[in-house]
């Protein structure tokens, strides 16, 4: 699938340490959002993330931090 931005797989744990989200004892990472622009930038984190609604916390964030919208003409999972 085509996230259209990029995703991190980290089994080894090197860019968690990194970001700094190593809960106690480095046995999990704790749920932070980063929000990077396109130049790189780091415009803000997030570290309350709640799950259950993190996908419309992160489009207000989004909004708010002024990045731009993705077409509305998004295609569906399978089309294409």
Do not use: C, N, Q
Not at 17 to 43: C, H, K, M, Q
């Amino acid at each position: 699938m085509d996230a259209g931005f990029p995703v991190v797989s980290d089994p080894e744990g090197r860019v968690a340490r990194r970001f700094g989200v190593l809960g106690p004892g480095g046995l999990y990472s704790r749920r932070w959002t980063f929000y990077i622009d396109a130049e790189g930038i780091l415009r803000a984190i997030d570290k309350d993330v709640e799950p259950a609604t993190a996908g419309v916390d992160m489009v207000h964030r989004l909004e708010a931090l002024g990045f731009p919208r993705r077409s509305e003409s998004v295609p569906s999972p399978g089309d294409g």
